[in-house]
């Protein structure tokens, strides 16, 4: 919502453009062929699901199982999966209808229903009797609830933090290479003018002095714009307009002035939210660090609700592995360590020395903003007595141009700088997650 109404007041205060491409459109072009985009979509639409798995405890599932029916010489026996040929003749096969409905606390339980195809003689299917079907419940011994929900939650956190970073980034990418072809296209149709003024000037003087003061600038302005078309060079990549580069613009001053009042609570970014519930589940996992060397593995227990008899069954996965090649030690060593709260610490550390060196920046742009307001004085004190010396017959047309173009430079430079303040002020708004483009979520 707040986008649409940023993008209705820029279109209101700018001229609209009808063939030209517009800054939503540029941004949705650099969006959709970013490889980083397409990654963090998919890493949050899968942490999504497994948010989904934890929260909604109800979360059915439907599998099939087949299993083949061989007659030996002791009578029918399942062998599992599909078997063609081999030992024995095949009798049918057996498929089994699994429905997992119920995931909590760890356990999920499930439903079995079995279907028989008989193949020997005439096709034919046998439902289940009633005493067949039973109800399951699961339970994995070496995983631990608590510590799988934190960690699961923790991963949302990263994915979601992953998005927002990556829409922003291109988003104020997008915004940079406007600014900086604006001000390279301005610099460049300038600085041709400029040469253009000195070729003049060099072609009708006749003082040899004169002449070579004049090459040297000449020299200069060529060295100065070959820069400027080499910077421009990358960012040819998309029709520039001057109604492309007022919209931006809008754009961004709008979205700075809605967002004055935001929360500067470093411990509120989403990564960092993140590595606290991981820090929380390896203080958990830190008391069970004995989980890879137990032998048991995991518990079924079975109900048959329709048996007369043995309608309980129990039953513990066992597997005791006597020797290994230190597996279970890095396993246990892991779950021991406390990599959870040194990388909390070092990532906040990191982000507080990135908002010091934004908001810093910020105070050096200021002061560039100030100088540059001074150059622009002079520059234009220096031009209104051009003017008056041009008007007077003390200099000549060429020189009273070239006045003019350092007075343009001077009011380009402050510009510049500005956009460079408007960059900076996104930047430290991205590092508190304010919601400056893109979906939300």
Same mark, same amino acid.
């Given at each position: 919502m707040?986008?649409?109404?940023?993008?209705t007041?820029?279109?209101?205060?700018?001229?609209?453009?009808?063939?030209?491409t #517009?800054?939503?459109?540029?941004?949705?072009e650099?969006?959709?062929k970013?490889?980083?985009?397409?990654?963090?979509?998919?890493?949050?639409?899968?942490?999504?699901?497994?948010?989904n798995?934890?929260?909604?405890?109800?979360?059915?599932?439907?599998?099939?199982?087949?299993?083949?029916?061989k007659?030996?010489t #002791?009578g029918?026996t399942?062998?599992?999966?599909?078997?063609?040929?081999?030992?024995?003749?095949?009798?049918?096969?057996?498929?089994s209808?699994?429905?997992?409905?119920?995931?909590?606390?760890?356990?999920?339980?499930a439903?079995?229903?079995?279907?028989?195809? &008989?193949v020997?003689?005439e096709?034919?299917?046998?439902?289940?009797?009633?005493?067949?079907?039973?109800?399951?419940?699961?339970?994995?011994?070496?995983?631990?609830?608590?510590?799988?929900?934190?960690?699961?939650?923790?991963?949302? $956190?990263?994915?979601?933090?992953?998005?927002?970073?990556?829409q922003?980034?291109?988003?104020?990418?997008?915004?940079?290479?406007?600014?900086?072809?604006? $001000?390279?296209?301005?610099?460049?149709?300038?600085?041709?003018?400029?040469?253009?003024?000195?070729?003049?000037k060099?072609?009708a003087s006749?003082?040899e002095?004169?002449k070579?003061n004049i090459?040297?600038?000449?020299?200069s302005?060529?060295?100065?714009?070959e820069?400027?078309?080499?910077?421009?060079a990358s960012l040819e990549?998309?029709?520039?307009?001057?109604?492309?580069?007022?919209?931006?613009k809008?754009?961004?001053?709008?979205?700075?002035n809605?967002?004055?009042?935001?929360?500067?609570n470093i411990?509120?970014?989403?990564?960092?939210?993140s590595l606290?519930?991981k820090?929380?589940a390896?203080?958990?996992?830190?008391?069970?660090?004995?989980?890879?060397?137990?032998p048991?593995?995991?518990v079924?227990l079975?109900?048959?609700?329709?048996?007369?008899?043995?309608?309980w069954?129990?039953g513990?996965?066992?597997?005791?592995?006597?020797?290994?090649?230190?597996?279970?030690?890095?396993?246990?060593?892991?779950?021991?360590?406390?990599?959870?709260?040194?990388?909390?610490?070092?990532?906040?550390?990191?982000?507080?020395?990135?908002?010091?060196?934004?908001?810093?920046?910020?105070k050096?742009?200021?002061y560039?903003l100030?100088?540059?307001?001074?150059?622009?004085? &002079?520059?234009?004190?220096?031009?209104?007595?051009n003017?008056?010396?041009?008007?007077?017959? $003390?200099?000549?047309?060429e020189?009273?141009?070239?006045?003019?173009?350092?007075?343009k430079?001077?009011?380009l430079?402050?510009?510049? #700088?500005e956009?460079?303040?408007?960059?900076?002020e996104?930047?430290?708004?991205?590092?508190?997650?304010?919601d400056?483009?893109?979906?939300?979520?």
């Amino acid at each position: 919502m707040k986008k649409f109404l940023i993008l209705t007041i820029s279109l209101l205060t700018g001229v609209l453009m009808l063939y030209g491409t #517009t800054f939503e459109e540029l941004y949705n072009e650099n969006l959709y062929k970013s490889s980083s985009y397409a990654q963090a979509k998919l890493g949050l639409e899968s942490a999504q699901v497994d948010m989904n798995k934890i929260d909604n405890f109800f979360m059915p599932y439907l599998g099939l199982s087949f299993d083949t029916i061989k007659l030996g010489t #002791t009578g029918p026996t399942s062998v599992a999966g599909l078997v063609f040929g081999g030992l024995g003749e095949t009798e049918g096969y057996k498929l089994s209808f699994n429905v997992n409905f119920l995931e909590v606390w760890g356990a999920s339980v499930a439903l079995s229903f079995p279907f028989t195809f &008989n193949v020997k003689d005439e096709w034919n299917i046998e439902t289940p009797e009633s005493e067949d079907i039973n109800i399951r419940l699961s339970r994995d011994l070496t995983k631990l609830d608590r510590v799988e929900r934190l960690n699961t939650e923790a991963s949302y $956190y990263d994915a979601l933090s992953k998005y927002y970073f990556v829409q922003t980034n291109i988003f104020i990418d997008t915004v940079e290479d406007i600014f900086n072809r604006h $001000y390279n296209e301005k610099m460049i149709e300038l600085s041709q003018k400029e040469l253009e003024i000195l070729q003049n000037k060099y072609q009708a003087s006749t003082d040899e002095d004169v002449k070579k003061n004049i090459e040297k600038q000449i020299l200069s302005a060529q060295k100065t714009l070959e820069g400027l078309k080499s910077s421009n060079a990358s960012l040819e990549y998309f029709e520039y307009s001057e109604e492309l580069y007022n919209q931006t613009k809008n754009i961004v001053k709008n979205l700075i002035n809605s967002n004055q009042n935001y929360s500067k609570n470093i411990n509120e970014r989403l990564d960092l939210k993140s590595l606290k519930l991981k820090e929380e589940a390896s203080n958990i996992q830190k008391n069970f660090w004995f989980i890879p060397y137990i032998p048991f593995k995991n518990v079924n227990l079975s109900f048959s609700p329709f048996k007369e008899e043995n309608k309980w069954s129990i039953g513990i996965g066992f597997e005791l592995t006597i020797l290994d090649k230190g597996e279970r030690q890095l396993v246990s060593n892991n779950m021991k360590s406390n990599f959870a709260m040194l990388t909390y610490d070092e990532s906040l550390k990191k982000v507080e020395e990135t908002v010091r060196s934004l908001e810093t920046n910020n105070k050096m742009l200021n002061y560039d903003l100030n100088i540059n307001q001074i150059d622009l004085d &002079n520059a234009l004190d220096e031009y209104n007595k051009n003017v008056d010396l041009y008007n007077k017959g $003390y200099i000549t047309r060429e020189d009273l141009e070239l006045s003019e173009i350092s007075l343009k430079r001077a009011q380009l430079t402050k510009e510049n #700088t500005e956009n460079s303040l408007l960059l900076n002020e996104l930047r430290i708004r991205q590092q508190y997650y304010v919601d400056i483009w893109g979906d939300k979520n």
